[in-house]
C-alpha cells in the first residue's frame, strides 16, 4: 500500500441504487484503458445499466468510497474501487465436478485509473477471501480474459492457481483461477460491511 493512501482515509461498503452512475462511469473507464492496452474482456464502453442493477439489488456490489468526499457534499466523486462478490458460478465455465457451491465467485473488480498501484485491487481480493472465510466457503475464485497473459500473472502473483482455460468462441474471458479462502487481515480500508456479516 503506498503511502500516500494513508492521507484518503478509504471505506468499503455495499453499493446503492443511487451509485449506479459512479459505478457505470468507473467500469467504462477501465474498459477504455484495458481497450488502450488490446485487452477486450470487457464491452468497450462499460456495461449497461442492466448488467450492473442486479448486483445492487442482489447486495452483493461494493464500493470503496475516499472518505474525504464527505467533507464536500457538493463534489459527486465516483467510487475509488468495486468489486462483487457472490455464489454465482457461471456455468459456461464452473462444472459441477468444480463444487461450485463450495466457493465465492469474483466479478466486476475495478479500481480508477488515479488510485491504480496503490495496492487497493490487492486489499479487495484479499477481503474477498476473507468473506468467503467467513461464510463457509472454501474457495475465492474468478475468470479473466483469455488473451490477457499480464492479468492471469497478476493473479498468479495473488495467490490464485490456474485450474483450466475455457475457450468458447463467444466469451473473451475463460481463463479459471481459484485460491483457498482465507481470514487475511485486510487494512487499507475501513471494512463498513462487518456488523452486516456479524449480524447475518
Not at 483450466?164 to 460491511?193: E, K
Request: with cysteine; aromatic share 8%; charged share 25%.
Amino acid at each position: 500500500m503506498h503511502s500516500d493512501t494513508l492521507l484518503h482515509p478509504l471505506a468499503l461498503r455495499r453499493a446503492e441504487l443511487s451509485d449506479l452512475r459512479g459505478v457505470l462511469a468507473l467500469l467504462a473507464d477501465t474498459a477504455e484503458w484495458l481497450y488502450s492496452r488490446g485487452v477486450t474482456q470487457w464491452p468497450r464502453g462499460g456495461f449497461g445499466p442492466e448488467r450492473i442493477e442486479p448486483l445492487i439489488e442482489e447486495r452483493v456490489l461494493y464500493l470503496v468510497d475516499d472518505e474525504l468526499r464527505y467533507l464536500d457534499p457538493d463534489v459527486d466523486a465516483p467510487p475509488v474501487a468495486t468489486i462483487a462478490v457472490d455464489g454465482h458460478a457461471d456455468p459456461e465455465f464452473w462444472m459441477p465436478a468444480d463444487g461450485p457451491d463450495t466457493a465465492l465467485y469474483v466479478h466486476k473488480l475495478a479500481v480508477a485509473r488515479p488510485w491504480a498501484g496503490h495496492g487497493l485491487g490487492d486489499a479487495l481480493l484479499d477481503w474477498a477471501g476473507g468473506t468467503a472465510y467467513a461464510t463457509g466457503h472454501h474457495w475465492l475464485r474468478l475468470d479473466c480474459a483469455k488473451a490477457n497473459p499480464g492479468l492471469q500473472d497478476y493473479y498468479r502473483r495473488r495467490g490464485f492457481r490456474h485450474i483450466r482455460t475455457v475457450d468458447l468462441p463467444h466469451r473473451a474471458s475463460g481463463a479459471l483461477f481459484q485460491r483457498t479462502a482465507d481470514d487475511t487481515l485486510v487494512t487499507a480500508f475501513r471494512d463498513l460491511t462487518i456488523p452486516e456479516l456479524i449480524s447475518a
